[in-house]
Structures are given as structure tokens and as C-alpha cells.
């Protein structure tokens, strides 16, 4: 580390410091008015703009000292006259100057802050003009959270002693809890950041280390070199006592990669697979990395997951320390993809930004499909291409699927919606990419990439922007129908809600298939008042010529066009007894409804087995689509379960991943009295081949492929569920026997299905075994497998105490947020509903401290009406959400939200679960007759929900 300044410049430095505080001109913030009103805006007035930013904090973090303090002065330039300067800030403000270009002070009546916009206004007393440049120098103090935002702390264990970092999270609002700045995305400019701590600890920005300066009171200023245009929320700071390890990426650029002492042995991974994506990400965009080092750091529990400060990544530590010895091929494709998401931003997010918050979705959409774009290049055998329809389109389609879901470009201004716009709504943005990418094509979708990369470097761009880039690139290069306009179709994605089911009618006697559109939505009895409709890339191969490789549109189904007619031609032709498949590759974001005949010729096909016509993509679309059409009173169950039956024959992974997620479905909905007879019978029966091939054993072949590695928990999952002996007696036997033995016996992918299963029918002293085991652990991927499963144990005393350790303040254990959020899911998804409910009734108090009531929770809380089967627990639960309303824990909008998912749980279950009974039962004999009418929910059940909710609106 090199000192660069004599002790008599630093002195000289600190006095100029020292006078101009106790200047007559600054002023202590005793006069600053604060207001809770309503404000007209949550933006800043626009009228002066920051040019640079010159930041200084101090910190005594390595002595747990939580305080911290600092300076900055900001540079602006007046845009129109005006007495108001507006920032944000949620930090505590000692003093304030304003100066001229002379060095004048400018004059200042007061401070407003409004508390809900954030806003912190210095009146001055006469205008300030525009081509002149002020300053605006600032002294605050602010403590650090623990919450991942502003600047916040970790602890962490190392050597037997307690050690303390600091790091910053500023997306989407947060710099203002850190700083007073510019906090709004449109405003890029230099920052210089200084950091004076203790020499034990090393800072760390999104610059490398200028010089360090040590100080007469023993600690030292590092201070960073200056960073190119950038927006607050990017800017990184740093502090701690990391170890490092460091490799040289394209162009000698230095990878370092930080984690504390006793992980850094586990770092390797990400500096290997992250070297040659940075080579590949730049090769597509033709442009390389612009600044000169990438740090990534470890954080634990780092609730945003990971961050992608310009220079400096963030990662919660569990997506970027690679244990060999456990970490599972499952965790390392996790790892890679959000490494690559991350390195997409050095782009779109850093070099390319946004005007507004709103408009993040842009860059969100790039970076989410990129991920598995390139990750595929280099994990090619983990099929990331497949799995990001499989988990991410069908989970977003869900989401979309509601009526209340807003438009991706929606606008927002209130901090706490711009503080969630990365929860939910962006998958969508990115699987629209994917649509345009197949439908237009690889080479000409790059084109559209660059350009923008090319022409909106270090500046930003607009939704408006983009549509024209796309337009006139792909008109350019690729033949559209004259009637179709790029810019047209990216509106009807982006700025409608939801998405389209397609009609598919076919008229078998004049051989021709008749396509219409409408909104799909989820809920039964819903519906909407305005005439959506969307530019639609129909793709379609047929049994006559099943090409399943060109994603070319067929035709483009249009907006406001009732009914699109097509006809068989020299490329695709079809017959009577041919079925058509849309949607080759499920590249398009919508579902299909196909005519009874249609369902039942590729059910047929199906059932054919290997080798199959229809590729593992459209395989699990059939399944997707047909359930939840089925789940929405489209189709008839019978349809969707036709379907399905065919899995028996089916190996890949993909595939089984879209059909978990509806067995488990059906058999939380079905469970009671005639569980055994009925679904438990038919889950055993389609499962038990696959249980015997892959065993419930780990495979140690090392020819073993990726599908079948991911496959095995899944199978074993479902059997064990569906009360297979066999899965039942091994995973106990395999539990028990690592507890008496302390080697680890059961599977590494997905350990925790084993350890769940195993525990329900354990004894004490194993349970204790692994109770005290995830405490010993220090490493997150590992103990996830034991907070996944733990709370599967059959005692519902045991299950309750390990709920109390999760909230109460006196508990002696440490959990991440994640993994409270865990135990307490995997109680309720294991046959301890009631627990779960009461924990919450009893403890809410410690609860909403030690959880903090968030979308994760309230997607628990709705999860959580699916396994109601008994009045008792009905009724307890309705008295809980009571006490949340009570307490306003929950909003009554929440309430209603969850109450309505109950009450449909109990409507679908009344209306379908003796139809599905029929089935199974004529699927195992044929011909017969089910004679179970029974339902284990009935309707005076649905009738105490229905009046509860009348009384309680």
C-alpha cells in the first residue's frame, strides 16, 4: 500500500476541514421542518443535476462501534432559476453549506424533509441561476442496519472471535439511507470516495486504491480513484477483514474474489467460470469491460441474493463459496447463473442505465435471459435453455395469470413499490426477449443488443428508445409482414398485463385450424372488461412433419383480428388423424387450449413413449398448460390427467420439473380419507419404475448424466409423499444409520427431501443429531439441507420449539432470514399446519421482528390455505389472520387476497376431487365405477370461510 502524502499536507487538510465547519456561513441542522404529508411527487424537482460527487466516511466498525460518519460535496449545475435544491436523504444531517463558483456561501432559510417521499429541500434565500455550478457540502451520521440496504453491517466468526464488515446496498432507493444524494437512476456522474478506518481492515470501491494516507490518530484514508460516469445506486464502499484471491481476466484485468479467512479456499469456482464468460459477454456485445477490476465479495445473508455494483458484485455467500465435498450440482447451477446475470449488468445496469425506476425491467430483462444464454455455453449438460422455461416461464406464467397484475411498464414513484420493482414482474420482461430472440432470430436479436450497447454507453434509455432500436434494426435485416410493426408488438407485451391463451378449433372436415385470443386468466369466475390482445408468433409443427427446430412464425396472430384461419401448405400439412402442436419450444409467452380431439391426438402421441416425437420442452408445456387450464375451468381435469399419466415413461429432468410441480399440487389438494386409495395409489404407481432404476441410493457411477442426478430427489420425493414402503423404510434406514455412524449416507442433490422424509418416522436422538449438526455448520449451502428439513420431524412439540428459536429474542441459535423462512414452510408443508398456525397467533410480536412481514411471508401465508383440511384448523387460522389485521401485520387487501385463495382451494376440491377419484379409478380397472363420493371437504366448511369473510370484509 503506498503513502503518498506528507503528515504536514494532511494536517493542512484536516484544518481546511476544521475551519470551514465552524465557518459563520455553515449551519447545523437544528432548523430542518419535517412533515409526514402527502407529497405531489416522490421525484426530485428537476432543476439542478449532480456533475461530481466527493464522498468521505469514517468508521470504527472493527471495534462493533455502529455509528458512522461522513461528508459530501456534490457538485451541480442549476437548470432553471430557483430557492430549492432537492436531494434525498434518510440520514441524520449535523451541518450544510451551499456555495457559489466564487466560494461564497449562498444563504439557506431552512430544511424541509418529507417523511413519506424521502425528499430533503434547502430553501434559499434567492435564487440560484443556471450556468453557473454551486457545491453543496453536507456532514451526517448515520447508524449501520442490518436489514441489506444503505449501509449495513455483517458479523461474522473467524478464529474463535467475533469480526465485523460493512458494505453498501443503494438499488432502488436505498443510496438515501446511506448518503444524501441524488437518488434517482437518470443522474450519472464521477464519484471520488474516501474511507478512514482502522489498518486492520482493507476498503473496498468500485475503483481501485489511489493512495492511503495514514493518520495521526492511528487509522488510515484510502481513498479510490475516480469512477467514470455512474448512478448512485451502483456506487459500492466497502469495509472489511476479507481474504482475497485474485486471477487476471481478459486484457490483465484483476478478478478478485473476497470472502472471509476461513472460505477463501472455497472461491476457486467463481474465479474459473467467471473469466471465460466475461470473454464470451464481451465477444456478443463487441465491447469490452469498461472499468479496470471486478471484485466480487461474499455477504451472509444477503437478502437481495446478489448486487451488481459497477467494479464490485455482491453475493450472498451461498451463490459464491463451492465447497467440492458438498456443494451439489443443483447449488452450482444456481451459483453460475447468477454470476452470469451479474456480469450481464457490467452492461445493462452499469454502462447502459435507466431515466427511472420504472424502467429497470430493461435492464433486468437482458441480464435474467442472459443468464442462461451464455451460462449454457460453458454448463452445457445442465440444460439451462430448457430449465429457464421449465422454472422461470412457467412460474412467471402463474404470476401473470391474475387479474390485478399490472403491466411490466407500469409506473411507480412511491419509495416502497420502487423498493419491491424486483419482485415478480421481471421474469416476464426477460422471457419476452426470449420470444423475440427465436421469433426474429439469434443473429438479428445480437444486432438489436449491440446497438443499444453501442449507442446508449454511459448515457440511458427509455422504453421508447428500445422499441426503436428493435424496430429499425429488425426491419433492416428481417423479412415482417408490412402490417406488423416491431415497435407495436413489444408494446402489447410490455405494456398490457397478463398474456394470451390461444384457441386452438380445428375444422377436421375442411382440414383447417382456426386460432383466436383472449386474456388467460387463473382465477375462476374472473374476468376482464377490456378487449386485450397481443401480436402472437405462432409456430407450429404437426404429426405429418414434426420439425421441432424452427421457431419461425407460422403466421403472427394480430391484435383486435376475431379469428385467424390457417390452411396446410408446402411447408407444414396436417390431416385428420394428424395432431398440431403450437408454440415449438414454448417460445411464445402464452398458453393453448387445443379442441377435445386435438388433447387427445398428442395425448396419444405421448403415450407412445421413446423415442419421443415431441421435444422435452413441449412435453412439459402439454403438461403446464393443460393443469392450469384445468385448475381455471378451461378444460375438463380429465383432459390434464391424460396428460400426465404418460410420465411414467419419462426420464428428463426438465419434464419431471413441470410435472412436480402439479402432482404435489394434487396431492395437498387431495389428501384425506381416500388418499390411499385413490391419488396415493396412482403417485406410487407412476413413480415406482423410476424409483427401482434410480434407487432412493446415491449413484456413484460418474457416467451418470445431469438429468438423472436431478431427477432421483424428485422421484424420491413424490414416493415417499405417495407412502411408497420402500421410499418410507430407505430413507429412514439411511438417516438413522449417518446419525449413529456420523458419515454422511444419504445423496448429495437435494439432501434435505431425504432428511424430510427420513425424520418423520425417526426417533429422538437422531432428530437431535441433526438439530445440533445444523448448528455446528457454518457454511449456508450445507445447512440448508437440515433448515429444509428439520421441521419435517413428527413431534409437534419438537417442531414447535424449533419454531420459537426462530423468533424469540432470547434464542441462543443464528439463522439467516432464509432459513426461518424455511423451517417455518417446511413445518406447515409437512403435515404440522396447525403448529405453524398457532406459532403465528401466539408470537406474532417476535415474528414481525425476527422475520419482518414481507412478499415471501405473505406468499407463505396464502401457500398455507392449500393444506386446511380440518374445521379446527380453519377456524384457527381465519382467528390468526385476525390478529395480523390486528396488528397491522397484514393489510385487509392481504387478507382478502388469502382468504380467496382459501376459499377456492375448498370450491376446486368440492367440485373435482370425485371426478379425479373416477379416473384413477377406471385408469387402474377399466370400465368400472368409482364408488367413492367421498369429500373430506365439505360444504358447511366452505360456508364458515364464506360468512367470516361477510363479517370481516
Same mark, same amino acid.
Given at each position: 500500500m503506498l503513502v503518498k502524502l506528507p503528515l504536514c499536507v494532511i494536517f493542512l487538510f484536516f484544518s481546511v476541514i476544521i475551519v470551514a465547519t465552524i465557518h459563520t456561513e455553515w449551519q447545523d441542522a437544528d432548523n430542518v421542518h419535517r412533515t409526514t404529508s402527502e407529497p405531489t411527487t416522490y421525484r426530485l424537482n428537476n432543476l439542478t443535476e449532480p456533475l461530481f460527487y466527493e464522498l468521505w466516511f469514517e468508521t470504527q466498525i472493527q471495534r462493533g462501534i455502529l455509528d458512522y460518519s461522513g461528508r459530501v460535496i456534490i457538485t451541480l449545475r442549476v437548470l432553471e432559476p430557483t430557492r430549492f435544491i432537492t436531494i434525498h436523504s434518510l440520514v441524520k444531517i449535523l451541518q450544510y453549506g451551499i456555495k457559489n463558483e466564487d466560494g461564497q456561501f449562498v444563504p439557506i432559510t431552512n430544511i424541509e424533509f418529507n417523511l413519506r417521499s424521502e425528499i430533503c429541500t434547502f430553501v434559499l434565500r434567492q435564487d440560484i441561476v443556471p450556468e453557473k455550478n454551486y457545491t453543496l457540502e453536507i456532514q451526517f451520521t448515520e447508524t449501520f442496519n442490518d436489514q441489506s440496504r444503505g449501509f449495513f453491517y455483517r458479523r461474522y466468526m473467524e478464529d474463535s472471535k467475533v469480526l465485523y464488515m460493512a458494505t453498501t446496498y443503494l438499488h432502488s432507493g436505498n443510496a438515501r439511507f446511506a448518503f444524501p444524494c441524488y437518488d434517482e437512476p437518470k443522474y450519472r456522474a464521477p464519484f471520488v470516495i474516501h474511507v478512514t478506518h482502522d489498518p486492520s481492515l482493507e476498503a473496498i470501491s468500485n475503483m481501485p486504491v489511489e493512495y492511503i494516507v495514514n493518520n495521526t490518530d492511528g487509522t488510515i484514508t484510502t481513498s479510490f480513484y475516480k469512477t467514470p460516469p455512474t448512478p448512485v445506486n451502483i456506487i459500492s464502499i466497502t469495509i472489511t477483514q476479507y481474504a482475497s484471491r485474485t486471477?487476471?481476466?481478459?486484457?490483465?484485468?484483476?478478478?478478485? &474474489?473476497?470472502? +472471509?479467512?476461513?472460505?477463501?479456499? @472455497? =472461491?476457486?469456482?467463481?474465479?474459473?467460470?467467471?473469466?471465460?464468460? %466475461?470473454?464470451?459477454?464481451?465477444?456478443?456485445?463487441?465491447?469490452?469491460?469498461?472499468?479496470?477490476?471486478?471484485d466480487y465479495l461474499s455477504i451472509l445473508d444477503f437478502i437481495p441474493g446478489a448486487m451488481e455494483n459497477w467494479g464490485t458484485f455482491l453475493f450472498d455467500?451461498?451463490?459464491?463459496?463451492?465447497?467440492?465435498?458438498?456443494?451439489?450440482?443443483?447449488?452450482?447451477?444456481t451459483m453460475a447463473r447468477i454470476m452470469t446475470h451479474e456480469l450481464v449488468h457490467n452492461y445493462f445496469g452499469s454502462l447502459v442505465g435507466v431515466k427511472w425506476w420504472s424502467d429497470m425491467w430493461m435492464m433486468e430483462a437482458f441480464a435474467n435471459f442472459g443468464e442462461f444464454y451464455f451460462t449454457? &455455453?460453458?454448463? +452445457?449438460?445442465?440444460?439451462?435453455? @430448457? =430449465?429457464?422455461?421449465?422454472?422461470?416461464?412457467?412460474?412467471?406464467? %402463474?404470476?401473470?395469470?391474475?387479474?390485478?397484475?399490472?403491466?411490466?411498464?407500469?409506473?411507480?414513484?412511491?419509495?416502497?413499490?420502487?423498493?419491491?420493482?424486483?419482485?415478480?414482474?421481471?421474469?416476464?420482461?426477460?422471457?419476452?426477449?426470449?420470444?423475440?430472440?427465436?421469433?426474429?432470430?439469434?443473429?438479428v436479436f445480437q444486432k438489436c443488443v449491440r446497438h443499444i450497447v453501442h449507442s446508449m454507453a454511459l448515457s440511458t434509455i427509455t422504453p421508447e428508445e428500445m422499441y426503436e432500436i428493435f424496430e429499425r434494426v429488425i426491419e433492416e435485416n428481417e423479412e415482417i409482414p408490412d402490417d406488423v410493426k416491431v415497435s407495436e408488438i413489444l408494446r402489447t407485451w410490455f405494456e398490457q398485463p397478463g398474456y394470451p391463451l390461444l384457441n386452438i378449433r380445428r375444422d377436421y372436415e375442411a382440414n383447417t385450424v382456426v386460432v383466436t385470443q383472449q386474456r388467460f386468466l387463473s382465477a375462476r369466475n374472473e374476468s376482464v372488461t377490456t378487449n386485450s390482445s397481443w401480436f402472437i408468433p405462432l409456430s407450429l409443427s404437426t404429426s405429418r412433419e414434426p420439425n421441432m427446430e424452427d421457431t419461425t412464425p407460422y403466421a403472427w396472430m394480430k391484435p383486435g383480428v376475431g379469428e385467424l384461419t390457417l390452411k396446410p401448405n408446402l411447408v407444414v400439412s396436417w390431416g385428420e388423424d394428424d395432431w398440431v402442436l403450437f408454440n415449438i419450444q414454448q417460445t411464445g409467452y402464452f398458453r393453448i387450449n387445443y379442441d377435445t380431439q386435438n388433447w387427445i391426438l398428442l395425448a396419444k402421441e405421448l403415450h407412445q413413449g421413446y423415442p419421443f416425437r415431441i421435444p422435452p420442452l413441449n412435453r412439459a408445456q402439454l403438461i403446464d398448460d393443460s393443469f392450469n387450464l384445468a385448475y381455471s375451468d378451461v378444460i375438463d381435469f380429465t383432459v390434464a390427467l391424460d396428460i400426465i399419466k404418460y410420465v411414467i415413461k419419462e426420464d428428463q429432468y426438465t419434464v419431471w420439473t413441470a410435472a412436480n410441480r402439479h402432482l404435489l399440487s394434487l396431492n395437498r389438494r387431495l389428501d384425506g380419507p381416500s388418499y390411499e386409495k385413490y391419488f396415493g395409489r396412482f403417485l406410487q404407481h407412476i413413480t415406482e419404475e423410476h424409483l427401482d432404476k434410480l434407487d432412493v441410493f446415491?449413484?456413484?457411477?460418474?457416467?451418470?448424466?445431469?438429468?438423472?442426478?436431478?431427477?432421483?430427489?424428485?422421484?424420491?420425493?413424490?414416493?415417499?409423499?405417495?407412502?411408497?414402503?420402500?421410499?418410507?423404510?430407505?430413507?429412514?434406514?439411511?438417516?438413522?444409520?449417518?446419525?449413529?455412524?456420523?458419515?454422511?449416507?444419504?445423496?448429495?442433490?437435494?439432501?434435505s427431501a431425504y432428511y424430510c422424509h427420513g425424520l418423520?418416522?425417526?426417533?429422538?436422538?437422531?432428530?437431535?443429531?441433526?438439530?445440533?449438526?445444523?448448528?455446528?455448520?457454518?457454511?449456508?449451502?450445507?445447512?440448508?439441507?437440515?433448515?429444509?428439513?428439520?421441521?419435517?420431524?413428527?413431534?409437534?412439540?419438537?417442531?414447535?420449539?424449533?419454531?420459537?428459536?426462530?423468533?424469540?429474542?432470547?434464542?441462543?441459535?443464528?439463522?439467516?432470514?432464509?432459513?426461518?423462512?424455511?423451517?417455518?414452510?417446511?413445518?406447515?408443508?409437512?403435515?404440522?399446519?396447525?403448529s405453524a398456525i398457532n406459532f403465528f397467533q401466539e408470537h406474532h410480536e417476535d415474528i414481525a421482528v425476527a422475520y419482518g412481514f414481507s412478499m415471501s411471508l405473505d406468499g407463505l401465508l396464502r401457500e398455507m390455505t392449500s393444506y386446511l383440511h380440518l374445521a379446527d384448523d380453519i377456524k384457527a387460522f381465519l382467528a390468526m389472520l385476525d390478529t395480523l389485521i390486528m396488528h397491522n401485520y397484514i393489510s385487509d387487501e392481504q387478507k382478502s387476497r388469502i382468504i380467496d385463495e382459501m376459499e377456492h382451494n375448498f370450491e376446486w376440491v368440492e367440485e373435482n376431487k370425485a371426478e379425479i377419484e373416477s379416473w384413477i379409478q377406471n385408469y387402474f380397472e377399466p370400465g368400472s365405477v368409482n364408488a367413492a363420493g367421498n369429500k373430506f371437504i365439505s360444504i358447511w366448511m366452505i360456508c364458515i370461510v364464506i360468512c367470516v369473510k361477510i363479517i370481516n370484509p
Amino acid at each position: 500500500m503506498l503513502v503518498k502524502l506528507p503528515l504536514c499536507v494532511i494536517f493542512l487538510f484536516f484544518s481546511v476541514i476544521i475551519v470551514a465547519t465552524i465557518h459563520t456561513e455553515w449551519q447545523d441542522a437544528d432548523n430542518v421542518h419535517r412533515t409526514t404529508s402527502e407529497p405531489t411527487t416522490y421525484r426530485l424537482n428537476n432543476l439542478t443535476e449532480p456533475l461530481f460527487y466527493e464522498l468521505w466516511f469514517e468508521t470504527q466498525i472493527q471495534r462493533g462501534i455502529l455509528d458512522y460518519s461522513g461528508r459530501v460535496i456534490i457538485t451541480l449545475r442549476v437548470l432553471e432559476p430557483t430557492r430549492f435544491i432537492t436531494i434525498h436523504s434518510l440520514v441524520k444531517i449535523l451541518q450544510y453549506g451551499i456555495k457559489n463558483e466564487d466560494g461564497q456561501f449562498v444563504p439557506i432559510t431552512n430544511i424541509e424533509f418529507n417523511l413519506r417521499s424521502e425528499i430533503c429541500t434547502f430553501v434559499l434565500r434567492q435564487d440560484i441561476v443556471p450556468e453557473k455550478n454551486y457545491t453543496l457540502e453536507i456532514q451526517f451520521t448515520e447508524t449501520f442496519n442490518d436489514q441489506s440496504r444503505g449501509f449495513f453491517y455483517r458479523r461474522y466468526m473467524e478464529d474463535s472471535k467475533v469480526l465485523y464488515m460493512a458494505t453498501t446496498y443503494l438499488h432502488s432507493g436505498n443510496a438515501r439511507f446511506a448518503f444524501p444524494c441524488y437518488d434517482e437512476p437518470k443522474y450519472r456522474a464521477p464519484f471520488v470516495i474516501h474511507v478512514t478506518h482502522d489498518p486492520s481492515l482493507e476498503a473496498i470501491s468500485n475503483m481501485p486504491v489511489e493512495y492511503i494516507v495514514n493518520n495521526t490518530d492511528g487509522t488510515i484514508t484510502t481513498s479510490f480513484y475516480k469512477t467514470p460516469p455512474t448512478p448512485v445506486n451502483i456506487i459500492s464502499i466497502t469495509i472489511t477483514q476479507y481474504a482475497s484471491r485474485t486471477q487476471l481476466a481478459p486484457r490483465n484485468i484483476p478478478l478478485s &474474489v473476497y470472502a +472471509p479467512k476461513d472460505f477463501i479456499h @472455497e =472461491v476457486d469456482f467463481a474465479l474459473d467460470f467467471s473469466i471465460p464468460v %466475461i470473454s464470451r459477454i464481451e465477444e456478443y456485445m463487441d465491447y469490452e469491460y469498461t472499468l479496470p477490476k471486478l471484485d466480487y465479495l461474499s455477504i451472509l445473508d444477503f437478502i437481495p441474493g446478489a448486487m451488481e455494483n459497477w467494479g464490485t458484485f455482491l453475493f450472498d455467500s451461498q451463490y459464491m463459496l463451492y465447497k467440492n465435498d458438498s456443494t451439489t450440482e443443483r447449488q452450482k447451477m444456481t451459483m453460475a447463473r447468477i454470476m452470469t446475470h451479474e456480469l450481464v449488468h457490467n452492461y445493462f445496469g452499469s454502462l447502459v442505465g435507466v431515466k427511472w425506476w420504472s424502467d429497470m425491467w430493461m435492464m433486468e430483462a437482458f441480464a435474467n435471459f442472459g443468464e442462461f444464454y451464455f451460462t449454457d &455455453v460453458f454448463l +452445457p449438460g445442465y440444460h439451462f435453455k @430448457e =430449465v429457464y422455461v421449465t422454472e422461470v416461464m412457467h412460474r412467471s406464467l %402463474i404470476d401473470h395469470g391474475f387479474i390485478g397484475t399490472r403491466p411490466i411498464a407500469s409506473y411507480i414513484e412511491e419509495p416502497r413499490e420502487v423498493r419491491r420493482i424486483l419482485e415478480g414482474y421481471l421474469s416476464k420482461a426477460a422471457l419476452t426477449m426470449r420470444m423475440l430472440f427465436y421469433a426474429f432470430g439469434e443473429d438479428v436479436f445480437q444486432k438489436c443488443v449491440r446497438h443499444i450497447v453501442h449507442s446508449m454507453a454511459l448515457s440511458t434509455i427509455t422504453p421508447e428508445e428500445m422499441y426503436e432500436i428493435f424496430e429499425r434494426v429488425i426491419e433492416e435485416n428481417e423479412e415482417i409482414p408490412d402490417d406488423v410493426k416491431v415497435s407495436e408488438i413489444l408494446r402489447t407485451w410490455f405494456e398490457q398485463p397478463g398474456y394470451p391463451l390461444l384457441n386452438i378449433r380445428r375444422d377436421y372436415e375442411a382440414n383447417t385450424v382456426v386460432v383466436t385470443q383472449q386474456r388467460f386468466l387463473s382465477a375462476r369466475n374472473e374476468s376482464v372488461t377490456t378487449n386485450s390482445s397481443w401480436f402472437i408468433p405462432l409456430s407450429l409443427s404437426t404429426s405429418r412433419e414434426p420439425n421441432m427446430e424452427d421457431t419461425t412464425p407460422y403466421a403472427w396472430m394480430k391484435p383486435g383480428v376475431g379469428e385467424l384461419t390457417l390452411k396446410p401448405n408446402l411447408v407444414v400439412s396436417w390431416g385428420e388423424d394428424d395432431w398440431v402442436l403450437f408454440n415449438i419450444q414454448q417460445t411464445g409467452y402464452f398458453r393453448i387450449n387445443y379442441d377435445t380431439q386435438n388433447w387427445i391426438l398428442l395425448a396419444k402421441e405421448l403415450h407412445q413413449g421413446y423415442p419421443f416425437r415431441i421435444p422435452p420442452l413441449n412435453r412439459a408445456q402439454l403438461i403446464d398448460d393443460s393443469f392450469n387450464l384445468a385448475y381455471s375451468d378451461v378444460i375438463d381435469f380429465t383432459v390434464a390427467l391424460d396428460i400426465i399419466k404418460y410420465v411414467i415413461k419419462e426420464d428428463q429432468y426438465t419434464v419431471w420439473t413441470a410435472a412436480n410441480r402439479h402432482l404435489l399440487s394434487l396431492n395437498r389438494r387431495l389428501d384425506g380419507p381416500s388418499y390411499e386409495k385413490y391419488f396415493g395409489r396412482f403417485l406410487q404407481h407412476i413413480t415406482e419404475e423410476h424409483l427401482d432404476k434410480l434407487d432412493v441410493f446415491e449413484n456413484i457411477n460418474p457416467n451418470e448424466t445431469i438429468s438423472a442426478t436431478f431427477l432421483r430427489p424428485i422421484v424420491v420425493d413424490l414416493a415417499c409423499r405417495a407412502g411408497s414402503g420402500k421410499c418410507l423404510t430407505a430413507t429412514r434406514v439411511l438417516v438413522m444409520a449417518e446419525s449413529m455412524t456420523g458419515h454422511r449416507l444419504v445423496p448429495r442433490e437435494v439432501s434435505s427431501a431425504y432428511y424430510c422424509h427420513g425424520l418423520k418416522n425417526a426417533n429422538l436422538e437422531t432428530f437431535k443429531y441433526f438439530w445440533n449438526k445444523l448448528h455446528n455448520l457454518t457454511h449456508e449451502q450445507e445447512r440448508s439441507h437440515f433448515s429444509n428439513s428439520l421441521t419435517c420431524y413428527h413431534d409437534e412439540e419438537v417442531v414447535m420449539e424449533i419454531l420459537l428459536t426462530t423468533s424469540s429474542p432470547l434464542s441462543n441459535y443464528t439463522y439467516s432470514n432464509k432459513e426461518r423462512l424455511d423451517l417455518f414452510a417446511t413445518a406447515f408443508r409437512n403435515g404440522h399446519i396447525r403448529s405453524a398456525i398457532n406459532f403465528f397467533q401466539e408470537h406474532h410480536e417476535d415474528i414481525a421482528v425476527a422475520y419482518g412481514f414481507s412478499m415471501s411471508l405473505d406468499g407463505l401465508l396464502r401457500e398455507m390455505t392449500s393444506y386446511l383440511h380440518l374445521a379446527d384448523d380453519i377456524k384457527a387460522f381465519l382467528a390468526m389472520l385476525d390478529t395480523l389485521i390486528m396488528h397491522n401485520y397484514i393489510s385487509d387487501e392481504q387478507k382478502s387476497r388469502i382468504i380467496d385463495e382459501m376459499e377456492h382451494n375448498f370450491e376446486w376440491v368440492e367440485e373435482n376431487k370425485a371426478e379425479i377419484e373416477s379416473w384413477i379409478q377406471n385408469y387402474f380397472e377399466p370400465g368400472s365405477v368409482n364408488a367413492a363420493g367421498n369429500k373430506f371437504i365439505s360444504i358447511w366448511m366452505i360456508c364458515i370461510v364464506i360468512c367470516v369473510k361477510i363479517i370481516n370484509p
